[in-house]
């Protein structure tokens, strides 16, 4: 469980500094990270970076794939670590 922290801790943190990256790369027009890796990143297991780095950088915010699907990853990520928690409990 302890390495489950951890990597999700790495995981998210990655996750919000690349949506923070493209962002800025957005903003001064460079060469974009692929939606795709932004979606893997959140579909990986960071999807709360993923989500507190659109609501802090307003990034992605108007895409229905990003809108929808980030906060259902969420959803399902903490579903699996609710499971996880209670199997772990049980013994």
Not at 23 to 44: F, N, V, Y
Request: with cysteine.
């Amino acid at each position: 469980m302890k390495f489950l922290g951890y990597y999700l801790s790495v995981i998210n943190f990655l996750t919000w500094v690349t949506y923070g990256l493209d962002k800025g790369r957005a903003r001064s027009g460079k060469w974009r990270i692929p939606e795709r890796t932004l979606l893997l990143l959140s579909l990986a297991g960071g999807s709360l970076g993923a989500l507190a780095a659109m609501l802090m950088f307003r990034h992605k915010t108007k895409k229905a794939k990003f809108v929808v699907g980030v906060p259902v990853m969420f959803v399902v990520h903490c579903v699996i670590l609710a499971v996880v928690a209670v199997k772990l409990l049980q013994g």
